[in-house]
């Protein structure tokens, strides 16, 4: 089986009622998760991929699934999403969507599901996609 990774979304936006607590919540579990805090500015925050502002509409009911490295990453992820202020929505563990797929999931401040997920053992090609631009 063969997974690609870092071509499908440029970045993805939410829009939160409570941008501290939501700050709060994104930075433990990217902390976790390895994942280096992009930066911040008045009503906005940001890592990699995602944008978080504080203006509505409010994104509702939103999944987004991080990848983790293995099943211990998953477990600290799922108890750092919680103690940061998360609600749980599905514990550690093994799921039946394919062999291997270990996942823990989290209720955001908004109540959006978020998801860590080990796959199981493989090999990347590389950590993350680069982009140079010019200038």
């Known amino acids: 089986m063969e997974f690609h990774r870092g071509r499908l979304f440029d970045h993805v936006h939410l829009k939160v009622r409570d941008l501290e607590a939501s700050k709060r919540f ?50 600290r992820f799922h108890k750092a999403a919680v103690a940061a202020g998360g609600k749980d929505n599905g514990g550690p563990g093994e799921r039946q969507y394919h062999p291997g797929y270990y996942a823990a999931f989290v209720l955001d401040p908004d109540g959006n599901n978020i998801e860590a997920v080990f796959h199981g ?7 993350s996609v680069v982009f140079t631009t010019a200038g």
């Open 26 to 75: 994104y930075r433990a579990i990217f902390e976790v998760l390895g994942v280096p805090f992009g930066g911040e500015r008045p009503g906005v925050f940001w890592t990699d991929e995602l944008y978080v502002s504080a203006t509505t509409p409010l994104t509702t009911n939103m999944h987004l699934a991080f990848q983790a490295p293995d099943h211990e990453t998953v477990q």
């Open 121 to 127: 053992p493989a090999k990347r090609s590389a950590a």
